[in-house]
T-cell receptor
């Protein structure tokens, strides 16, 4: 398997523009997580899905952020409109059913977003 | 208070020395615990799971203290290649299978 695939790897955009980040989880994994990482705040959980259903979006910073998972092999995180403070690395991770001790989360390589 | 907290460091460690650091969690419903390693500008990768009885993997030892709600990681005989950020991760199933990470502890091993 190719692992978790995120695109784009890097994104530079102007303030006010819409940004869409994409994630393809590992086939067979039924939980998907979106995280944001900054120096100041570390790795923050934004939202996660189980069997394509959003379970907890309490980490989404504000209404400008939205996430979807239309099927088991694809998820998007959208920021509209983007602001400079959204600049961060956004990671997507997937796992099998999280009820086991050895449920490892596999991360994509991340999308480095810069909003200018 | 954050759900999972770590000392950000950095821990400056002479090569060959032992270093240990903790991670505290606030959700008593937490049920699975892990240590991840993250290299600069890379994604986190699983280092080891943390079992209730404690466990070792080579030079790495993980411990869990449920009463005080913390986990620990000890690295013996530190290598230069151990320089990285170590993130603890906590599964809380009662919260709907939520996987929460600490902010990470940076370790720098120096010759």
């Amino acid at each position: 398997d190719a692992g978790v695939i995120q695109s784009p790897r890097h994104e530079v955009t102007e303030m006010g523009q819409e940004v869409t980040l994409r994630c393809k989880p590992i086939s067979g994994h039924n939980s998907l997580f979106w995280y944001r990482q900054t120096m100041m705040r570390g790795l923050e959980l934004l939202i996660y899905f189980n069997n394509n259903v959003p379970i907890d979006d309490s980490g989404m910073p504000e209404d400008r952020f939205s996430a979807k998972m239309p099927n088991a092999s694809f998820s998007t995180l959208k920021i509209q409109p983007s602001e400079p403070r959204d600049s961060a690395v956004y990671f997507c991770a997937s796992t099998r059913d999280g009820r086991g001790m050895n449920t490892e989360a596999f991360f994509g390589q991340g999308t480095r977003l810069t909003v200018v | 208070r954050k759900e999972v907290e770590q000392d950000p460091g950095p821990f400056n460690v002479p090569e060959g020395a032992t270093v240990a650091f903790n991670c505290t969690y606030s959700n008593s419903a937490s049920q699975s615990f892990f240590w991840y390693r993250q290299d600069c500008r890379k994604e986190p990768k699983l280092l080891m799971s943390v079992y209730s009885s404690g466990n070792e993997d080579g030079r790495f030892t993980a411990q869990l203290n449920r009463a005080s709600q913390y986990i620990s990681l000890l690295i013996r005989d530190s290598k230069l290649s151990d320089s990285a950020t170590y993130l603890c991760a906590v599964w809380a199933w009662a919260a709907g299978n939520k996987l929460t990470f600490g902010g990470g502890t940076r370790v720098l091993v120096k010759p």
